[in-house]
């Protein structure tokens, strides 16, 4: 789930949850001498509340029937807060976590602070090599492995069959079509073709990518976010808002978009798997079937999605390692991921889960898994999540009319080159 990638860089203190967790002395377990694990483990998930999060919880619970001695401690977290909660319950050494919900871009980030057990060589890290490589490469982090990947994820457009069909118009493929597509919606209906998050600039990659763009090069060590396709990206979003084809905000984005299109006041969202439970429970999509998925359109470059996505990670100072670890490799098998794609169509990381009748059947997994297979992966620097933040502050004010494309650019890549000393 992502919502709100940017408030974790955002956010400077966060108050720490008064849960037991890793560190309290009622963690403390062991499956030395008896063979059997016991004590507790807290797990922080951060997925979507009121609905990811009754199945994840309910799943990781469901832990105890094979290790009856071992409590699980389940916290839901919000996306937004959990990256420097985490950092700042790790830093201090208390309150921390047995094990976290770490978004694909966090983990090297918690790594290179020495916050995250590694896991080659234990329990949590089994058959390592049925995992799809694109997940696994986010979870290594200077030839160590530091986490597990749970679910991988990418974006393309939701879209209102009833919408489409009365109007009498076929799915864009292309941002220009998105643009004439929409137009014949507001002209026939009244309503808004396509719903743009302003505040969150995770919904601005795949514009980026469709332009050949880029945030940095971490090969060459070089900000690419204020090249020329960079200044045509930020044109072509601006254009979709000027132009009345998408309406945006500058706040409270996930609310407003998932609202507008559940409530059938927009055509269009771009979104991702993590947002089809949520989206089933709005009133035009209680009959699933209305409920249409398609690429994100392309750019002038090509057609380009983010690869997203969440693993679970061990924190380095957890009194209750053994049971931690099997834990993970619970949450993490093929068996445990076919029932959450089953109940929330996330897409497995397993290669062997794709081969279950649940995640066979699955319609939402059969369009995201070819444009997972194809979607751009970040970079996986420790810096990573701090990229978005001052992308999101230009992005907002571009689509806002506060400042240009140009600016917006420039401005981010001059607070990259800040942030990323050395980089050209």
């Not at 071992?70 to 839901?76: G, P, Q």
């Not at 090069?217 to 979003?237: C, E, P, R, Y």
Request: proline share 4%.
């Amino acid at each position: 789930m992502r919502r709100g990638i940017t408030a974790t860089a955002l956010v400077a203190t966060l108050a720490l949850a008064a849960t037991a967790c890793g560190s309290d002395d009622e963690s403390g377990g062991t499956s030395k001498g008896s063979g059997e694990l016991s004590g507790t483990v807290t797990w922080w998930d951060t997925s979507t509340a009121g609905s990811e999060d009754k199945v994840f919880k309910k799943i990781a619970e469901d832990f105890t029937k094979q290790h009856p001695k071992v409590r699980v401690n389940y916290v839901n977290v919000p996306f937004g807060d959990a990256q420097n909660k985490f950092k700042n319950a790790a830093q201090s050494g208390s309150d921390a976590p047995d094990v976290i919900r770490s978004e694909v871009a966090w983990t090297p980030e918690f790594a290179d602070l020495g916050y995250l057990a590694p896991l080659d060589g234990t329990p949590a890290l089994k058959k390592p090599d049925d995992f799809l490589k694109q997940a696994a490469a986010s979870t290594k982090y200077k030839n160590k492995t530091y986490a597990v990947p749970q679910v991988i994820d990418s974006m393309g457009i939701f879209y209102n069959k009833k919408i489409f069909k009365e109007v009498g118009v076929e799915v864009p493929k292309t941002v220009e079509e998105l643009k004439s597509v929409a137009k014949k919606i507001k002209d026939k209906t009244g309503k808004t073709g396509m719903y743009l998050r302003g505040d969150d600039a995770y919904w601005f990659l795949s514009f980026l990518y469709g332009e050949g763009g880029d945030m940095v090069d971490a090969g060459s060590s070089t900000v690419t976010i204020d090249n020329a396709q960079g200044v045509k990206a930020m044109k072509v979003v601006k254009d979709l808002v000027d132009s009345g084809a998408a309406k945006t905000d500058a706040t409270d984005g996930w609310e407003n978009m998932q609202a507008s299109f559940k409530d059938g006041k927009v055509a269009m969202i771009i979104n991702g798997p993590w947002a089809v439970a949520d989206t089933y429970a709005g009133k035009e999509f209680k009959d699933k079937a209305n409920l249409g998925v398609a690429p994100v359109p392309a750019g002038s470059a090509g057609q380009g999605a983010p690869q997203g996505g969440h693993n679970l990670a061990v924190y380095a100072g957890s009194k209750n390692l053994d049971a931690s670890y099997a834990f993970v490799e619970y949450m993490t098998s093929a068996e445990t991921q076919a029932k959450v794609t089953k109940e929330l169509s996330l897409l497995p990381t397993r290669t062997s889960a794709y081969g279950m009748k649940d995640v066979v059947d699955n319609e939402i997994v059969g369009f995201f898994k070819p444009v997972v297979e194809t979607a751009v992966e970040r970079p996986w620097i420790p810096e990573t999540g701090s990229l978005f933040a001052p992308l999101v502050t230009e992005y907002t004010k571009v689509l806002t009319g506060q400042t240009t494309p140009e600016k917006g650019v420039k401005n981010t890549g001059d607070s990259y080159r800040k942030l990323l000393k050395g980089w050209k």
